[in-house]
């Protein structure tokens, strides 16, 4: 009895912290760590880094070459997303290397990479694992010579105001970016093996890669439009990685100083960098553009339940519903999420119709084949997560007792057997008879 | 002489009266000791059949007979209709299979029957007890119908002869062991059965016996595709009889009731249905029972006719007439698609050269090897000298019975030729053809020695009749010769039929009663050592791999798979679909990123390949790799046999070539054997099942990864990563 008094105080005493640790309402602080090269980023950025703070993010910061960080402990990743703001570190302290941030990301993490120039080999090559190349040219920054930023010293087209940048709401936010972005540093291209990396922010089509302190010699090796200045990936599991050749992009520095574009003529107060980087900081973070699908469903038309398996010409129904998380969760609403019937290629491709409130629907007649059968949902749009839904389900041919009994075809046939049969028992009764 | 007259009739009636007592007790004794004989031979056909179990454990065998243990389960869990319905969502994935309408369910619904009354007679047993014993317990019955068919065709000495033969006949029990539980099992039984029936419908003329035949053919039908044989010897059994002038109204009657019949009833399988009446197989028998009606109706003519001229017109207009119709309507239903064409497997039958260069899948199987000389010998030993004797004696006593027995035994002898399986068919005919033989010679010694005996005793007790005695004596003169000659041919014979019992025992306990799925190997100290890698490996899919997962192999081990993994396979050994084995066939042998492609198109997630390097196994996937290139090649031409071969050679060391040493199978059978040491005094790498080192020691996965390897390295299992998750 008492022991059970006690457990039972426990639990009572227990039960507030329980409840609100599992709080719809206040989400756990996401936590992020940021490794640093030297701990002046911390307050020369430090309005980047607010904006996250104030988005209910717990931020660590590190030096890179400190022995103690490690990304995982026990099995368990520590944080929710890595902020690498360490262009020149040679190797990380601890137990971190270029393996243990693939996996970090691989495990469904976010990360952000700021290279600069004179990005060291390791910056390097998680860019490379992700997907992007930085110029190989450890001195080369991008250069144009049209679309700069009027600065102070003459002379340096190093500083660029670009606003080729993206057009998309779900990555940028509904709001457009009015002035130009700027941006110094070195620039990357893409893999174009790999189709999950996004040019976010791109040079224009006069810039080129190269020394801007020595005279060209050789023809460089990334120009124009190639040159990415912001990329993002969206791994195939939904991580997010934004990359850049930048680190000075998010200083308070950039995100104050107002830009004028070369060539024309209105000077805006400020750059579109703070716009820029907060509203991508938003996406990289899953603060948008986050799809999730849930009670996917389908039955025959007129049941409820779900068959363990369908008939061939069976009308059946299918049904997903789709939300968007974006700080909460909102019906998600399109006119282009399509439902393909798929055994090796699909059978089936319907366009979901929706109610607006994030149910998706259609129905069709499952077509005249037998086999193994799914229901494939693959949505892919540019900014949101991938939906890939897939959902097996056998079809059977009819059963034996399924077919028509009686056809009207097969009417002379029944006729036929029937006055066989007849004229055979009267053949025998005249032929005993008559013996 | 009234007097003596009536004595003599007195004494006749008394003696034949006390005859009459004697032959009717050695009647009797004659009927206890068949009885008996019988009943030994029945127990002895079923015993010796219990090798496997004693050695192994009570066990399914080998391939095929895993997927009818699993079939059988399913039919008795969860009823017939369901069963005949079964539409099997984890073969063959994403097609699929309906089971009901693709197998014959003639051994599953046997099983379950008995299963049921076993049950219904309170005996708890397993139905995988049942399964194992169905093969011998049909064997044991078909003692019995060789029993009553050798009696049918010769006496019932040569159907004791013939029972005795084939319960320890090799070539029959290779196929009906405990385990074995394989459609073959029961369809010999029925195969005989049939046949006998049928020829007691010829020798009787009723229909009765006809029926009973046409019954017996369905069973077969149901039970295993080789009725197709049935379906063309008998027709051309009648077609002889019919050209040799032996027509009668016997056969008349059991052929057309039994085709008749026979026909709608097989037409009931769904496996069957109308390829009864529509594919070229069946045409002859269709034929023949056409020919047939015109032959009645020529009798008819002819019996009204007098005119022996007009009826020669008749029938040369009839049977020209005839046989133009059939061509025409032959022509016309081939021409039309209305009759399907000979299938590739009936083709390869009648050419043997015929499937190994049209359909490699066909001829990829052993069993469907030309037989060599050898395995005649193992399989029939001395039936196969007795088999030329028993048909001299055949042929001197011709019947409709004898000619049948004849014809059954020199086309199934040919067939047995052609492909190692078919000996099985073969063997029925062969030991019947053996008991008349060995049961007519005996007799004719016995007998010898008998009539000697017989004619010394009336000598020397009455010594009347002159003339007979004085002929007898005149035959008695030669008999010491002979008598010594015939003790020596009995001894003889016994020498020779207990030598065929010690070798049928020795082949059986030898040969035969291996499950080949759990391997034996002989140790270093001559002990005993098991490989269950085969069952460690498909446990372990059934408990560590997702429910719904998808195992790619080579097709040999898809029944085992999906039986004892109860794991979804892509092909398995019912190779209906050659496309989708060629897929696989092209997976196995492309390089390891073409490879990728495919398997995720067929949502593999995992690869099983069989592995002998280590055990010195030699019947695994790198043997049967060429095979894999030729199916795969015969659908997809970038797969070109060449490539794999150095100079005509298949090789799998250094000097093999690259494309061999960079294969999917080559990389999954390898992967890591390089750094392994299999035998003393050889380079590590050392392939103990070809004898060489391998060449490619350094393999590198990069799109599947190990998952599991049993503990022999025989069942090698790979996982297929998932898409790069930032590429």
């Known amino acids: 009895m008492r022991g059970k008094a006690e457990l039972f105080l426990i639990f009572i005493s227990v039960l507030p912290f329980l409840s609100l640790s599992f709080s719809a309402e206040s989400p756990k602080e996401r936590r992020v760590l940021v490794l640093l090269d030297d701990l002046a980023i911390k307050s020369s950025h430090s309005l980047f880094f607010d904006s996250l703070k104030s988005r209910r993010f717990l931020l660590h910061f590190r030096l890179a070459d400190d022995p103690e960080i490690s990304l995982r402990r026990y099995g368990q990743h520590l944080y929710d997303a890595l902020i690498l703001f360490c262009p020149s570190v040679q190797r990380f302290g601890g137990s971190i290397d270029v393996a243990a941030i693939a996996d970090f990301v691989d495990s469904g993490h976010d990360l952000i990479i700021a290279a600069d120039n004179n990005a060291s080999d390791f910056i390097r090559e998680i860019a490379t694992e992700c997907g992007v190349d930085f110029d190989e040219d450890p001195v080369a920054m991008v250069i144009d010579h049209t679309s700069y930023a009027v600065s102070d010293t003459e002379g340096d087209h190093t500083l660029l105001a670009s606003d080729n940048i993206i057009e998309s709401d779900v990555i940028l936010g509904s709001k457009k970016i009015e002035a130009p972005v700027l941006f110094k540093g070195i620039g990357h291209s893409l893999n174009p093996s790999n189709n999950l990396v996004v040019k976010v922010l791109s040079a224009s089509p006069s810039a080129y890669s190269a020394n801007p302190k020595s005279k060209l010699a050789n023809p460089p090796t990334i120009t124009g439009s190639a040159i990415s200045l912001v990329s993002i990936v969206q791994a195939r599991n939904n991580a997010r990685v934004l990359i850049t050749g930048s680190l000075i992009m998010f200083s308070n520095r950039f995100f104050r100083s107002g830009v004028q574009k070369a060539g024309n003529s209105t000077k805006h107060e400020r750059s579109g960098n703070e716009q820029f980087f907060t509203e991508l900081g938003k996406w990289v973070f899953h603060e948008r553009g986050h799809l999730k699908a849930v009670n996917i469903r389908h039955h025959k038309v007129g049941v409820t339940d779900e068959p363990a398996m369908y008939r061939i010409s069976d009308d059946l129904e299918y049904s997903v519903e789709i939300y968007e998380w974006s700080g909460t969760s909102e019906p998600y609403v399109a006119d282009d999420v399509q439902v393909q019937f798929y055994m090796m290629s699909p059978y089936v491709l319907k366009t979901l119709s929706t109610n607006q409130k994030g149910l998706y629907s259609t129905a069709f007649k499952v077509p005249d084949v037998y086999g193994v059968f799914q229901f494939k949902v693959e949505y892919h749009r540019l900014g949101y997560t991938t939906l890939s839904l897939s959902k097996q389900i056998p079809v059977r041919p009819y059963r034996h007792n399924e077919y028509e009994r009686f056809i009207p075809a097969a009417y002379p046939y029944y006729g036929a057997a029937l006055s066989m049969m007849a004229g055979f028992f009267i053949f025998t009764a005249v032929h005993l008879h008559n013996k | ?727």
């Open chain 2, 1 to 727: 002489m009234v007097v003596g007259n009536a004595e003599s009739m007195k004494s006749d009636l008394l003696s034949s009266l006390s005859i009459r007592w004697i032959k009717l007790k050695t009647k009797q004794q004659e009927v206890l000791i068949r009885v008996s004989i019988l009943c030994l031979v029945y127990i002895l056909a079923f015993i010796s059949r219990l090798f496997s179990v004693l050695r192994y454990e009570s066990m399914i065998h080998e391939f095929d007979p895993y997927f009818n243990y699993r079939t059988t389960l399913f039919l008795t869990q969860k009823g017939f209709y369901e069963f005949w319905n079964w539409f099997d969502s984890e073969s063959w994935y994403p097609l699929g299979r309906i089971i009901g309408g693709t197998l014959y369910p003639g051994l599953m619904v046997t099983a379950a029957l008995l299963y049921w009354s076993l049950r219904f007679l309170r005996f708890a047993v397993h139905i995988r007890e049942v399964c194992v014993l169905t093969a011998p317990f049909f064997a044991s019955n078909t003692t019995l119908v060789a029993y009553f068919f050798g009696k049918e065709i010769w006496d019932s000495g040569a159907g004791l002869v013939a029972a005795a033969l084939i319960a320890i006949c090799p070539g029959y029990i290779s196929r009906s062991v405990a385990g074995s539980y394989d459609n073959e099992g029961v369809a010999i039984f029925a195969l005989l059965l049939t046949f006998y029936l049928f020829v007691r419908a010829v020798n009787t003329g009723s229909l009765a016996w006809a029926l009973a035949s046409a019954f017996g053919y369905f069973y077969m039908v149901s039970a295993w595709g080789g009725y197709v044989f049935i379906i063309n010897l008998i027709p051309l059994y009648v077609l002889v009889l019919l050209l040799t002038g032996r027509y009668s109204m016997r056969l008349y009657v059991a052929y057309n009731s039994m085709y008749v019949l026979g026909m709608l009833l097989a037409m009931q399988i769904r496996f069957v249905g109308f390829q009864h009446v529509q594919s070229g197989e069946h045409m002859a028998a269709m034929g023949v029972f056409f020919l047939m009606q015109v032959f009645y109706l020529l009798d008819w003519v002819k019996h009204l006719l007098s005119d022996t001229k007009l009826f020669q017109a008749f029938l040369r207009v009839t049977v020209t007439c005839a046989v133009g119709v059939g061509v025409i309507a032959l022509g016309v239903g081939t021409a039309s698609g209305y009759i399907s064409p000979w299938t590739g497997r009936f083709y390869s039958l009648l050419d043997p050269t015929y499937a190994k260069d049209h359909i490699p899948i066909i001829a990829s199987v052993s069993e469907h090897q030309p037989t060599a000389w050898s395995s005649f010998m193992f399989d029939f030993h001395i039936l196969l000298f007795l088999f030329p004797a028993g048909l001299y004696f055949c042929f001197k006593r011709l019947s409709d019975a004898t000619i049948f027995i004849v014809m059954y035994g020199l086309t199934s002898m040919y067939f047995a030729g052609v492909m190692v399986r078919l000996i099985l068919v073969a063997t029925p005919a062969v030991c019947l053809i053996s008991a008349i033989a060995v049961s007519a010679t005996i007799k004719n010694l016995t007998y010898l020695l008998r009539t000697k005996r017989k004619v010394s005793q009336t000598g020397s007790t009455e010594g009347i009749n002159g003339a007979k005695a004085s002929s007898k004596a005149l035959l008695d003169r030669s008999q010491p010769f002979q008598k010594n000659s015939a003790i020596a041919l009995l001894f003889g014979a016994f020498y020779l039929l207990s030598k065929y019992a010690t070798h049928c025992n020795w082949v059986t306990s030898e040969a035969y009663s291996s499950p080949s799925i759990v391997l034996a190997a002989r140790g270093a100290h001559g002990d005993r050592v098991i490989f269950d890698d085969y069952r460690e490996a498909y446990f372990w899919l059934r408990q560590n791999t997702p429910q719904d997962a998808k195992v790619m192999s080579w097709w040999d081990y898809g029944y085992q798979i999906t039986a004892m993994g109860n794991r979804t396979v892509i092909v398995d050994n019912n190779t209906w679909n050659n496309t989708h084995i060629a897929t696989v066939g092209r997976a196995m042998s492309s390089y390891e990123d073409e490879a990728y492609e495919i398997m995720r198109s067929l949502d593999v997630d995992y690869v099983l390949v069989v592995f002998g390097g280590v055990t010195g196994y030699s019947s695994d996937d790198i043997n049967k790799f060429l095979w894999m290139v030729r199916i795969g090649g015969g659908v997809f031409p970038v797969i070109k046999e060449p490539h794999y071969l150095v100079n005509g050679e298949y090789r799998v060391d250094k000097g093999a070539s690259p494309k061999m040493l960079n294969c999917l199978m080559y990389k999954l059978s390898y992967y890591r054997f390089g750094e392994l040491m299999t035998e003393y005094g050889k380079p590590p790498g050392y392939d103990r099942a070809r004898g060489v080192e391998i060449g490619n020691k350094d393999v590198k996965l990069e799109y599947l990864e190990e998952a599991f390897t049993t503990s022999n390295w025989i069942v090698r299992i790979y996982k297929v990563k998932p898409p790069n998750n930032r590429w």
